[in-house]
Structure formats: structure tokens, C-alpha cells
């Protein structure tokens, strides 16, 4: 079978690799749907953790090839259903895992990351890391279930309460998904800042009470305008030093900043500590997707998030590279290989 296997930063190639026979608990996935996120593109140029030689992609879907063998047979282990899956497999029996932290996992390992992942025509994922697919989930949305797993433990960290004014730093994939769960989570208003034109409209389409073009205008004038105390809540969805600041200084008194955007390794940005404790600030990260999977398939299954807005480019496996290109551009919210198209 064609995968795209990195094995060292900037190389991602497309070869031939046989596939291995299922172990006890494995399934076979033929890939439906792999969507390229900031993290596929980081890791080929090296910056983002991973263990080569490794097939990439952790944003997939597909349909059930082969069942293989399990003791309790699963749903998700049925031949012929569609799945998505969650890349993110924990132990199950390390400190964190034991008090419920499994995202936080001492022994944390991906597919599509540390373990052959679905840029590939097919791809071996354990059972229960499986998830049947409603019927009206369309390939290419599913491509966006993981994802939006991220998002939604974000939105949690976040703790909106209902009538909060919130601001999101960065209108893409992770921006645009927020925006919808924020608006769901009882947000009265939510303001996106965002320089592309074209990802503006998409977010005022989707509900943002203003958006914000931050190389024309003042963000912070702008967004303390419409809110003289600041934002309840606000959610920097970019990752750069600049707008981490900005987040810091957008919050009002008692609000909430969540760092959500991953910033490169060893970055660092001042705060004033005084400033944290006056203003008593809340500062939280968010890791992944713990136990969100469920729940993402059910807002794109019941529609109350939605992706038909979204500018979404299809590509076979062999234009990997141009997929990533385009990712890595943002010409486009969304690169998703199709190894079947
Ligand atoms: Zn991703
Ligand atoms: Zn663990």
C-alpha cells in the first residue's frame, strides 16, 4: 500500500509499504479522509515532537476493512463501518492515567505521530480507539472530528458562563471551530481578530458579533470599545508571542486567558506577575482531547457545528507535499488527503 512516511524533518515521501498482519485488538481502517493540521507541518520541518520513520497523519477516517480479532467485539470493529479514530492512546495505568488525566499520559503515544498514522491508503489503529460514524457525517467532515476533540476540551478549559463576551485571537480551522462552541456555550458575543479577509467573512457568517483585522486596526482599542472592562474570556488560537501578550492584556479583572495556540518550543513572553495577581487573572493551557471524541461526532452529527463554510481542498496521497504547502500558507482552512479519490 501508499503511505506518506516521514523519516527525517523535511523529508515526507510517498512510498510503498506492506502491510503487516492485525494483531489481537486491531482493526484496519481503509482511509477515507486525513486531514494536515499546523502539527503535520511543524513536525516535518522538525519542530514538533515525533518518532520516525512514521507514516504521518492524526486527523482521520475511514471505513472498517477488516474487523480482526477482539474478545468483546466492538462496534467499531464490525466490517464496513465507517470510524473515526482518536490518534491518542494512553497507558491506562501511570500516575496520570489512574486519576483520570489520560491526556496527560507519562506514556502518551499518537498514530500519525509516534505510530503509523493515516496518510496512507490503509492503516492499522486499535479497536478501541475507534468511533462509529453517524451516516450524515460526509468523509470530508470527518477529517474534522479530531480536531474539533481538541477544540471542545478548549471550550471546556475555557468556562464560559452564559453572557460572557469572548474574544478569539486567530480565525482558522481551531478559531473558526471555537467561535461556533463558544456562541453553543452561552457566549453573548464573540469577537474574532484575524488579518485574512477571507476567514473574517467565514467567522461573521458563523455568528461573530465583530471581527477584527488587526494590521488595519487597534485590537485592543477595538475589542475595548465594545467591552471597556475587556473580554470575560479570551482564547488565543495562534500560537506567536504577540498575541499571547495580547490575550493577557485583552481579559478584564476576574477573566479567563487560555493559551491554546502552540507556540514553538522554548519561546518565552514577559508578563507582569502584578498584573496577574490585580487583575486575577485565570491563565490556562489546554492539551489535546481527553474523552471529547464522543461528543465532537455528535456536534457535527446534530449539526450544530458546521464545516460547510470552511475553505476545504481535497488532495490524493501523492500531492502530500502540495497539501502541506498549502496548510503551511494558509491558502486554505483545511489540506484533506484522500488516499482513494
Ligand atoms: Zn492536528
Ligand atoms: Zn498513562
Excluded: W
Amino acid at each position: 500500500m501508499k503511505v506518506a512516511l516521514f523519516d527525517r524533518p523535511h523529508s515526507l515521501r510517498v512510498i510503498e509499504k506492506p502491510l503487516r498482519a492485525l494483531r489481537e485488538g486491531e482493526i484496519l481502517v481503509k482511509v477515507e479522509a486525513c486531514g494536515i493540521c499546523g502539527t503535520d507541518v511543524h513536525i516535518v520541518e522538525g519542530t514538533s515532537r515525533s518518532t520516525p520513520p512514521v507514516v504521518l497523519g492524526h486527523e482521520y477516517a475511514g471505513i472498517v476493512e477488516d474487523g480482526g480479532k477482539t474478545f468483546s467485539p466492538l462496534p467499531s470493529a464490525k466490517e464496513g463501518v465507517r470510524v473515526a479514530v482518536d490518534p491518542n492512546i494512553a497507558c491506562g495505568v501511570c500516575f496520570y492515567c489512574r486519576r483520570g488525566l489520560v491526556h496527560l499520559c507519562s506514556n502518551l503515544r499518537a498514530l500519525g505521530v509516534d505510530i503509523d498514522g493515516g496518510m496512507a491508503e490503509y492503516c492499522i489503529v486499535p479497536a478501541h480507539q475507534a468511533y462509529v460514524l453517524p451516516a450524515n457525517v460526509a468523509p470530508e467532515v470527518s477529517a474534522f472530528v479530531e480536531p474539533l476533540s481538541c477544540a471542545i476540551h478548549g471550550i471546556d478549559r475555557a468556562n464560559i458562563r452564559a453572557g460572557d463576551l469572548v474574544v478569539i485571537l486567530g480565525g482558522g480551522t481551531i478559531g473558526l471551530l471555537m467561535l461556533q462552541l463558544a456562541r453553543n456555550a452561552g457566549a453573548a458575543a464573540v469577537i474574532v481578530v484575524e488579518p485574512l479577509a477571507e476567514k473574517r467573512t467565514i467567522a461573521s457568517r458563523l455568528g461573530a458579533a465583530l471581527t477584527i483585522d488587526p494590521n488595519t486596526e487597534d485590537v485592543h482599542d477595538t475589542v475595548l470599545g465594545r467591552a471597556p472592562e475587556g473580554a470575560d474570556v479570551v482564547i488565543e488560537c495562534v500560537g506567536k508571542t504577540t498575541t499571547m501578550q495580547l490575550a493577557v492584556q485583552l481579559a478584564r479583572r476576574g477573566g479567563t486567558v487560555e493559551f491554546f495556540g502552540v507556540s514553538p518550543l522554548g519561546v518565552s513572553i514577559p508578563i507582569e506577575p502584578n498584573l496577574v495577581y490585580f487583575k486575577e487573572l485565570s491563565i490556562v493551557g489546554s492539551y489535546i482531547n481527553p474523552h471529547t471524541f464522543d461528543r465532537s461526532i455528535a456536534l457535527l452529527q446534530g449539526g450544530v457545528v458546521n464545516i460547510e463554510q470552511f475553505i476545504i481542498h481535497n488532495f490524493p496521497l501523492a500531492g502530500v507535499q502540495d497539501a502541506l504547502e498549502h496548510q503551511r500558507g494558509g491558502k486554505t482552512l483545511k489540506s484533506i488527503v484522500r488516499p482513494h479519490m
